[in-house]
């Protein structure tokens, strides 16, 4: 029996033939030849010149804070040391109690010969005669608070300066790591640091912010002996732990020294600037033909993107943004790009060749 289709299925089944076509066709483009951005860029010639690009000075407010990454740490337990060569006869606490700091630890005792005696005997003569021994008491206390580590046992024999032992104090330290450079920008010491820890309490202020370094820093061994030959070679900001705050050894810390602050100055972007500490050098444009002009500038703070201009330029006087020849190393603030000798911009890895000097220095620095 012969069946005929309708002439409705026989469009509809068209239809979908055609969508599943077109569906086809729309995969294969997406798949294989994505769509190019109207919005995108033109790549910049690397042999283009785009001129020198100047700026003059603004006023603003500078705030010279220097963000450290630390921990916190214990307080160095201090030393209990023997202050009399002797015996030690008596001992007044456990180890492991909790002191207090001029609390008596112990005692030591040395047997010390009398004075001589001098007498006359009966038919007139001098007699020197030994005098009568005596015991010497030396009372060793506690040189500060906390929980004692006593090493020293009774009748053992000692000499001055011998260790004993130790006092853990319950303080802690913020102690952060500094480069050499950052030295520069904390000339001014602040007495407060701010702590911020992470996942921990809201940020809080820590006193007596002072820096140690190899030579002047001390640590104490396990027996409470200070050594003076620190191994370590780096520069740490250390601060003081407010009592009452909750705080364990290792917690990873970020220290903000605010180290001097100045308002209503003159600045420039740190990237015009050759130097950062007291004297520097900023470039103005060049003459047709010639070099950028030198200008020596005296400097003040910095917060790490602009600098203070104290004195050696006008508020209206223009200068180059970019040091010439120096790569900006930045790229995240200054893009893909690096400085050309005559502040002209060229794209990095190629400078302008005729913004390159003759002796080639700018092909040397771009490599």
């Not at 070099?291 to 400097?299: D, E, G, S, T």
């Not at 790569?327 to 390159?356: H, N, Q, R």
């Amino acid at each position: 029996m012969t069946t005929y289709r309708s002439r409705g299925a026989i469009a509809m089944s068209i239809v979908k033939t055609v969508l599943l076509f077109i569906i086809a066709i729309a995969m294969v483009k997406f798949a294989f030849f994505p769509a190019q951005s109207t919005d995108e860029a033109m790549p910049l010639d690397p042999a283009g010149s785009y001129g020198q690009i100047t700026i003059t000075p603004e006023r603003g407010t500078i705030t010279n804070t220097v963000t450290l990454e630390g921990t916190i740490q214990s307080d160095p337990a201090p030393a209990i040391k023997a202050t009399l060569a002797g015996e030690i006869t008596e001992i007044y606490v456990n180890n492991g109690d909790q002191v207090s700091a001029g609390d008596t630890i112990l005692l030591i005792q040395k047997e010390m010969e009398g004075d001589p005696i001098e007498r006359v005997d009966e038919e007139g003569n001098k007699i020197t005669e030994p005098g009568k021994n005596w015991w010497k008491n030396e009372w060793v206390t506690a040189p500060t608070s906390g929980k004692i580590n006593l090493t020293a046992l009774l009748t053992q024999q000692v000499n001055v300066g011998e260790s004993l032992g130790s006092v853990q104090p319950p303080t802690f330290s913020a102690v952060a790591t500094l480069t050499p450079d950052q030295m520069y920008r904390v000339q001014n010491l602040p007495d407060k640091a701010t702590i911020t820890i992470k996942n921990g309490p809201a940020p809080f202020e820590c006193n007596g912010v002072r820096i140690d370094t190899p030579q002047n820093r001390t640590t104490s061994n396990k027996d409470g002996d200070a050594q003076g030959n620190n191994s370590s070679t780096s520069i740490e900001a250390r601060c003081a732990v407010p009592d009452g705050q909750t705080v364990f050894p290792g917690l990873q810390v970020t220290m903000a020294l605010i180290a001097g602050e100045a308002a209503d100055v003159m600045t420039v972007p740190i990237s015009a600037v050759e130097g950062r500490f007291e004297q520097g050098t900023v470039y103005g444009p060049a003459e047709a033909g010639g070099q950028p002009v030198k200008i020596p500038v005296k400097l003040g703070l910095t917060d790490g993107k602009r600098v203070q201009i104290i004195e050696g330029l006008k508020e209206d006087q223009e200068i180059l943004e970019f040091v010439p020849g120096k790569i900006v190393e930045d790229k995240s603030e200054y893009g893909m790009f690096m400085p050309g000798d005559e502040g002209m911009m060229t794209e990095e890895g190629a400078l302008d060749s005729e913004a390159m000097p003759a002796d080639g220095a700018a092909t040397e620095e771009a490599k």
